[in-house]
């Protein structure tokens, strides 16, 4: 199993910035994958995630309320891929930022029940 976050970079205040997780070794389709964030001297945090239901070929996606109106999070199950869209985004946004996979379909805020992370995409909001 893998997975790489990629599309991190320096932005400033009320800009946009969009993340990638790309996956393999696994089947894409029957698990929720999450986002997770990092600032320097903090815990690891929930910061978002998408299931993926596979009777009704819907996602259902869930998101931190510090988040909630700025971030969106969507998935390509054909190219097993998840996008995390940050608009409007804050200094406090500043941190590395992972994707994680959940053995379940159903989100989950916490980190423990994540099994397999990528290696991180740092997003500094600065200005």
């Known amino acids: 199993v893998q997975l790489q976050a990629s599309g991190g970079g320096l932005v400033q205040p009320r800009q946009s910035l969009s993340l990638s997780c790309t996956a393999s070794g696994f089947n894409f389709g029957d698990y929720a994958i999450g986002w997770f964030r990092q600032a320097p001297g903090k815990e690891r945090e929930f910061v978002g995630g998408i299931s993926w239901n596979v009777y009704t070929q819907h996602s259902e996606s869930r998101l931190a309320d510090s988040v909630k109106g700025r971030f969106t999070i969507s998935r390509d199950n054909a190219k097993n891929t998840m996008l995390l869209q940050m608009n409007s985004l804050k200094p406090e946004d500043t941190a590395l930022y992972y994707c994680?996979?959940?053995?379940?379909?159903?989100?989950?805020?916490?980190?423990?029940?994540?099994?397999?992370w990528g290696q991180g995409t740092l997003v500094t909001v600065s200005s």
């Open positions: 994680a996979l959940n053995l379940s379909p159903l989100v989950s805020t916490m980190r423990d029940r994540y099994r397999y």
